[in-house]
């Protein structure tokens, strides 16, 4: 099973893809990007007509924000520990990704938060090919790229991989500052400050979730997630009155209930529900 610090990192570019770009500006100031690209999440599957099947962590399509053509397709490996099959497998990851999502290029970003297995991830992969040799791009806590001028969900993604120290008071300020400015949806809120309680020890847990109960903080981690679990809680109170008056919710209705985070908006579908004789009164042309 993925520990927490491995689906960290994914979580963050799950959320905001765009970070993958922001990130190698960095890491890669030579690479030659469009001065404005988005990220998109691309395939996966490395797949091959054979028995072995591939899987990467995720992969990040890029595009030419103007031109909207894919551009280069990265592969995120995030890594814990020595695997060799592992490291067999990333040569094949390149040269499927840039089959499975149409793109002209592919690299290999691997994330570790030891040191240790960071030294060891950066360790050239010989193809046995002239020239064909793979030097894996290895971010660690001491070599991951500043922060100066960075979108939020880089922050983010630096603490989700340990870079930032959770254990200090600016550390932990920096990241929950940073899960507030992404303005991210309650459920994404919850996901962000999930996994940075879940990489921090102990001690800076607790540290954590005092300062997420601070003023400076509170309408974001106390309040906002309070809303999140009363949206969820009227959802489904809107959903059993329409069940219980025999109606049924279309696919696109069923998606308007389930996807709104208005309380007063689903109040009024729910005092609607009560006396409504089809679904179509209830949610009227929508």
């Known amino acids: 099973m993925p520990s927490i610090e491995h689906e960290a990192p994914l979580e963050v570019i799950r959320q905001q893809p765009d970070v993958v770009a922001d990130l190698l500006r960095r890491l890669l100031p030579q690479l030659p990007l469009p001065a ?7 395939s996966a599957d490395m797949s091959q007509v ?7 962590d995720t ?29 067999v497998s990333w040569p094949v990851y ?17 994330l570790c938060w030891d040191p240790r297995e960071a030294a060891r991830c950066r360790r050239v992969i010989p193809t046995g090919h002239p020239g064909f040799d793979l030097y894996p791009i290895v971010v660690d806590p001491a ?4 922060r100066e001028d960075a979108g939020p969900y880089l922050t983010i993604l630096a603490g989700a991989t340990k870079a ?28 962000l400050t999930t996994i940075i309680l879940g990489v921090a020890d102990a ?16 309408s974001t981690f106390v309040d906002g997630l309070l809303q999140q679990g009363e949206v969820k809680s009227k959802v489904e109170d809107l959903i059993k009155v329409i069940k219980a008056r025999g109606l049924e919710l279309t696919n696109a209705q069923r998606k308007l209930v389930t996807s709104c985070a208005d ?3 689903l109040g009024i579908w729910f005092d609607q529900a009560l006396d409504a004789k089809t679904t179509d009164e209830i949610f009227g042309a929508h």
Do not use: C, W
């Open 36 to 42: 404005r690209v988005t990220g998109a999440l691309g």
């Open 50 to 56: 054979a028995p072995t099947q591939y899987f990467a």
């Open 59 to 87: 992969v990040v399509v890029l595009s030419d924000q103007q031109t909207r053509k894919p551009i280069l397709a990265v592969v995120i490996e995030p890594q814990g520990r020595d695997r060799k099959t592992k490291k």
């Open 94 to 110: 390149l040269t499927t990704a840039i089959k499975a999502n149409k793109v002209p290029r592919a690299i290999l970003v691997v």
């Open 143 to 146: 070599t991951f790229p500043s």
């Open 164 to 191: 930032i120290d959770l254990g200090t008071p600016g550390g932990r300020d920096a990241v929950l500052t940073a899960i507030g400015q992404a303005r991210a949806s309650h459920a994404d809120t919850a996901a």
């Open 203 to 218: 001690a800076a847990r607790r540290e954590l979730e005092a300062l997420m109960a601070s003023p400076k903080f509170h």
């Open 263 to 265: 309380l007063s908006q």
